[in-house]
C-alpha cells in the first residue's frame, strides 16, 4: 500500500500494517530504516497486546497463565485493508482462534495512517466486542534511518521538547524486564542529547510517567531537526538502537514491559490500558518529518 502527497512518499504493509519507507520527496531523503537484517529486520513494528517483555515471558489473565513473545503477536499478523485513499489507509486485525490461545480477550485492532504536508498521523483504535473489560499495552516502534551513507550516533542529537532531565528506568538486561529501584538521570543541554554507543548501553532508555510529548531526532551540525515523533498522552517511551546501527528508535508507548518479579493479574499492571465492554480506546501520535 503506498500513500503519496507533494512532500512524502510512504509505504506500508498488510503484514502487521507496518510502515516500511518514508521518503522525503523535497530532500530525496529515505527517513525510514530498510529493514537490512545485519542490524534489525523491521520497520516500524506495531506492539500489542504487550509492549516488550513479561516477566517469566507469560501473562496471568483471570487465573490462567499465557505464554507471551517480546511486543506481542499484531506485528506478525495479516492486517486488511479496510479503508484506501491517495492520502490515507486504514487496517484491521480481529482476535481469531490462534490469538485466544496467547491472549484469550476479543478485540478488533484498526491502524490508520493519513499524510498531512510533511506530518504522518498515525491512529489506533482498540474496540472491546465482548462482554468483559480487555487489558493490554500497546505501542509504536519506528526506526529512523541517518541520512548520510557514512553518518553515525556521534553526528545527532536528540532533542526533548521544554525538558532539562530525562528520567529513565533501569532495565533488567538478562531478562528485558524493568528496574524501576535503578532508576537514573541523564542532564539535557537546552534540552539536547548527544547520540552516542555509550549511550545504549544500557539497551534501551525507557521513560515513565508521560515525561516524553515531543521528541526529534537532530543533525548535530547546526541542530537542524531531521525527523521528530509527538505523541501525547502516553505513559511510557523507549529509545533504542542496536550497536553500530546507522538510525534510532523514537517510540511512544501506552504502557511497557513488566517490571521484574510481577507476576498479578494483567489487570494490575502499572500502565495498563482497560477497554470495558462495548467500548473503544483511541491513541495516536504523529512523525513528523523535518
Known amino acids: 500500500m503506498k500513500l503519496e502527497n507533494a512532500c512524502l512518499c510512504v509505504e506500508i504493509a498488510e503484514k502487521g500494517a507496518e510502515l516500511t519507507r518514508i521518503?522525503?520527496?523535497?530532500?530525496?531523503?529515505?527517513?525510514?530504516?530498510?529493514?537490512?537484517?545485519e542490524f534489525w529486520n523491521r520497520h516500524s513494528p506495531i506492539l500489542f497486546p504487550n509492549v516488550g517483555k513479561t516477566h517469566?515471558?507469560?501473562?496471568?489473565?483471570?487465573?490462567?497463565?499465557?505464554?507471551?513473545?517480546?511486543?506481542?503477536?499484531?506485528?506478525?499478523?495479516?492486517f486488511r485493508c479496510v479503508k484506501s485513499a491517495a492520502e490515507e489507509a486504514q487496517f484491521l486485525f480481529c482476535s481469531n482462534e490462534e490469538t485466544r490461545e496467547v491472549y484469550p480477550y476479543d478485540f478488533e485492532l484498526y491502524i490508520t495512517y493519513r499524510l498531512d504536508g510533511k506530518n504522518i498521523f498515525v491512529d489506533w483504535k482498540v474496540k472491546n466486542p465482548s462482554e468483559e473489560t480487555i487489558y493490554f499495552t500497546i505501542g509504536a516502534h519506528p526506526a529512523f534511518m541517518f541520512e548520510g551513507a557514512k553518518e553515525t550516533k556521534d553526528d545527532y542529537l536528540l532533542w526533548f521538547s521544554k525538558m532539562e532531565t530525562l528520567e529513565c528506568c533501569g532495565l533488567n538486561l538478562e531478562c528485558g524486564t524493568g528496574l524501576p529501584e535503578e532508576s537514573y538521570s541523564l542532564e539535557l543541554e537546552d534540552g539536547y542529547l548527544q547520540l552516542s554507543e555509550k549511550l545504549f548501553g544500557v539497551d534501551t532508555l525507557i521513560c515513565d510517567d508521560y515525561q516524553l510529548k515531543e521528541v526529534w531526532l537532530c543533525k548535530k551540525d547546526g541542530r537542524k531537526p531531521y525527523v521528530g515523533v509527538k505523541s501525547e498522552g502516553f505513559y511510557s517511551?523507549?529509545?533504542?538502537?542496536?550497536?553500530?546501527?546507522?538510525?534510532?528508535?523514537?517510540?511512544?508507548?501506552?504502557?511497557?514491559?513488566?517490571?521484574?518479579?510481577?507476576?498479578?493479574?494483567?489487570?494490575?499492571?502499572?500502565?495498563?490500558?482497560?477497554?470495558?465492554?462495548g467500548e473503544i480506546f483511541e491513541k495516536g501520535y504523529q512523525i513528523l518529518v523535518g
Do not use: M
Open 23 to 37: 521518503f522525503n520527496k523535497k530532500t530525496g531523503a529515505e527517513i525510514l530504516w530498510n529493514g537490512n537484517p
Open 56 to 78: 517469566g515471558n507469560t501473562v496471568l489473565i483471570k487465573g490462567t497463565q499465557y505464554p507471551t513473545s517480546q511486543h506481542g503477536f499484531a506485528r506478525d499478523s495479516q
Open 237 to 277: 517511551y523507549g529509545i533504542w538502537s542496536p550497536k553500530n546501527a546507522p538510525f534510532v528508535c523514537l517510540e511512544p508507548w501506552a504502557g511497557r514491559c513488566d517490571d521484574t518479579g510481577f507476576d498479578k493479574d494483567i489487570s494490575e499492571k502499572k500502565g495498563i490500558n482497560a477497554v470495558q465492554p
